[in-house]
């Protein structure tokens, strides 16, 4: 995942549109809104409370926010994604 995510993906353009395999927009938005309760997320939801479909709205530019990292409280890419996955893992 750290290889998919934080060198290929992130090395695209901010621009691309990303298109998902899956529609876990609003799933997501809950776990986020969990972890932390910034201005970025709560437009997120707003939008994902407004759109039956989301695929194709976000660039790999939303998907680096730093903000969700910080709630991590890790710095390196691979401890950031382990302890994101820990936290989505023991989300009720």
């Known amino acids: 995942?750290?290889?998919?995510l934080n060198k290929r993906l992130a090395s695209l353009p901010d621009d691309t549109?990303?298109?998902?395999g899956h529609e876990y927009?609003?799933?997501?938005v809950k776990f986020a809104i969990s972890v932390?309760?910034?201005?970025?997320v709560k437009k997120l939801q707003a939008?994902?409370?407004?759109?039956?479909?989301t695929t194709g709205k976000f660039t790999i530019a939303d998907e680096k926010d730093p903000i969700v990292q910080k709630?991590?409280?890790?710095?390196?890419?691979?401890?950031?994604?382990?302890k994101?996955?820990?936290?989505?893992?023991n989300f009720k």
């Open 1 to 4: 995942m750290h290889e998919a």
């Open 47 to 53: 939008f994902a409370e407004s759109n039956e479909v």
């Open 84 to 89: 994101l996955r820990e936290m989505k893992n």
């Open 17 to 20: 549109v990303v298109y998902p």
């Open 25 to 28: 927009t609003k799933s997501n």
């Open 71 to 82: 709630a991590t409280g890790a710095s390196e890419p691979v401890d950031v994604m382990s």
């Open 36 to 40: 932390l309760q910034s201005e970025a």
